[in-house]
């Protein structure tokens, strides 16, 4: 499924003109596609459109001369191949209510950019616009990885996974989501890949929380690990692949996203360490932080599934109050003094080598050079 040479560019809609919604459009444009960015704020589009910046959530970053941006729904969407999705999680659906109508009989492929919960209902994003939309589970696909906006949109090179139950969508989706500094792999796991972008989110903001207090790396490392662990017992749980928590979608995004001060989970947990409420970090953060959104959900979908998650446990109860960011270290990995074994629920004894291997896979997909989708499996 390659593009014939020569054949015109795709047009596509990204509909969300924040920094992830932005630098993907830039990654559609500078893999050949003509981009359409939808944005709520008149001015934010004008900005977009004829002075080929975002200013607000992409300082400094020049936009290629193919993206040009409305603030029109359906002048957006006019056209589309493929429409990308990049709404903060707990407005999805309210969008997609005003989007449904305007693609009736429409079979073209809706790809997610979000990486959150539902609050209220506890459906992951694919859920939600399969809902709101009425439409077959096949024409969704997911994209995740260790995708930090800034960086992407520097043209610093990284991978990212293409998710969905139909190969022919993932494929699709990877073949326009790809240039030279952006490589995609493609997964049919929508469970564990959707997943894995939220609930690296939740153990991010407990990083950022012991950063704030003052801890060092060592317990960052063990929160890293032992949050790997977490998050691959309770996906597991919900029907993901084990494997997919230790590829791009997992391990990689946990990496980039525990350990970079452009992280918004990061900030918004390094806040909370210094002191700050949670309103406070809420009213200071510029742009949604989805993790502070999705704790509560997670653990209510944890607790219904038997998985115990002492990290985000604890997490919440820090949003709650009810904790001393500086008592939390002692209890992020556990509040059981039984000895317990390194193995996940789910897992192989063995958690060193397991690991160490899964990073090895991390680190060869992230050097691959090649030019098509491939397998994220390992």
């Known amino acids: 499924m390659t593009r014939r040479a020569g054949a015109r560019p795709a047009r596509v809609a990204v509909l969300g003109a924040g920094s992830w919604g932005t630098t993907f459009g830039k990654i559609l444009a500078d893999g050949g596609s003509d981009v359409v960015m939808w944005a709520r704020r008149a001015e934010l589009a004008s900005e977009i459109h004829t002075g080929k910046r975002n200013s607000k959530y992409l300082p400094g970053i020049n936009l290629p001369r193919s993206m040009s941006a409305t603030a029109q729904l359906e002048e957006a969407i006019d056209g589309a191949e493929q429409i990308y999705l990049s709404i903060p999680s707990q407005s999805l659906r309210e969008n997609l209510k005003v989007l449904r109508p305007m693609l009736v009989g429409s079979e073209i492929p809706l790809v997610s950019l979000m990486k959150g919960v539902e609050k209220r209902s506890g459906l992951r994003m694919s859920q939600v616009i399969e809902q709101e939309m009425a439409c077959d589970p096949a024409r969704i696909a997911v994209a995740s990885g260790p995708n930090l906006a800034l960086e992407i949109a520097q043209e610093q090179p990284t991978a990212a996974v293409i998710s969905s139950i139909d190969a022919d969508t ?33 153990i991010a903001v407990a ?72 309103q406070d970090v809420v009213s200071q953060m510029q742009q949604t932080a989805e993790g502070l959104a999705s704790v509560a959900p997670v653990l209510q979908l944890a607790r219904a ?74």
């Open 170 to 202: 993932a494929a699709a989706v990877a073949l326009l989501a790809r240039n030279r500094y952006f490589r995609t792999f493609v997964n049919s796991d929508v469970i564990g890949t959707e997943f894995g972008g939220v609930l690296k989110n939740l």
């Open 207 to 278: 990083i950022g929380i012991v950063d704030g207090v003052g801890y060092g790396e060592n317990t960052k490392a063990s929160i890293i690990t032992r949050g790997l662990v977490e998050m691959t017992d309770f996906a597991v749980a919900q029907g993901a692949q084990s494997e997919t928590l230790q590829g791009l979608a997992g391990l990689g995004d946990l990496i980039a996203t525990c350990q970079s001060p452009l992280s918004r989970n990061n900030t918004a947990g390094r806040l909370l360490g210094q002191g700050y409420s949670f």
């Open 305 to 378: 599934s038997g998985v115990e998650m002492p990290i985000v446990e604890q997490v919440k109860r820090v949003l709650d109050g009810t904790m001393n960011p500086r008592e939390i270290a002692p209890h992020l990995t556990t509040d059981d003094d039984t000895p317990k074994g390194e193995r996940t629920q789910y897992g192989q004894a063995g958690g060193g080598g397991a690991l160490w291997r899964s990073i090895q896979r991390a680190l060869d997909q992230l050097r691959n050079g090649g030019g098509g989708p491939r397998s994220d499996r390992p």
